[in-house]
C-alpha cells in the first residue's frame, strides 16, 4: 500500500512539474513571439530609415546638381555682361572721339566765320 501511495506521490510531483514545465513552456513562447514581433517591427522601422536616408541622398544629389547648373548659369550670365560692358565702353570711346572730332570741327568753322 505504501508503495503505491508513493508512485501516486511521485506521479503527482510529475503532473505538477509537467504542468510547470507547459506554463513555463508557454511563458517562453509568448516572450519568444513578443520578441519577434519587436525585432520585425525594429526591421520595419530600419528599413523605412533606409528609405528615407536614400531619398535624401537622392534629394541632396539633385540639389547640388542644380546648384552646379546654376553657378555655370551664373558664370555665362557674368561673361556675357562683361562682354557687353566691353563693348559699351569701346563705343561710349568711339563716341567721346566723335565728339571731340565734332567739337574741333564746330571751333574750326567758328574761327573761320569769326576771321
Not at 531619398?55 to 555665362?76: G, W
Not at 555682361?81 to 559699351?88: I, S, V
Request: hydrophobic share 35%; with cysteine; glycine share 0%.
Amino acid at each position: 500500500d505504501t508503495y503505491l501511495e508513493n508512485q501516486h506521490a511521485i506521479l503527482t510531483q510529475l503532473s505538477h512539474e509537467s504542468e510547470n514545465l507547459e506554463n513555463a513552456r508557454d511563458a517562453v513562447e509568448e516572450e519568444v513571439s513578443c520578441v519577434l514581433r519587436e525585432l520585425s517591427e525594429a526591421r520595419e522601422r530600419y528599413n523605412e530609415a533606409t528609405i528615407r536616408v536614400h531619398s535624401i541622398s537622392a534629394e541632396k544629389l539633385d540639389l547640388e546638381k542644380k546648384r552646379l547648373q546654376v553657378e555655370a548659369d551664373a558664370e555665362n550670365i557674368i561673361e556675357e555682361l562683361t562682354t557687353k560692358l566691353e563693348q559699351a565702353e569701346i563705343e561710349l570711346d568711339e563716341g567721346r572721339m566723335q565728339t571731340l572730332e565734332l567739337n574741333t570741327f564746330i571751333a574750326k568753322k567758328d574761327d573761320e566765320l569769326n576771321a
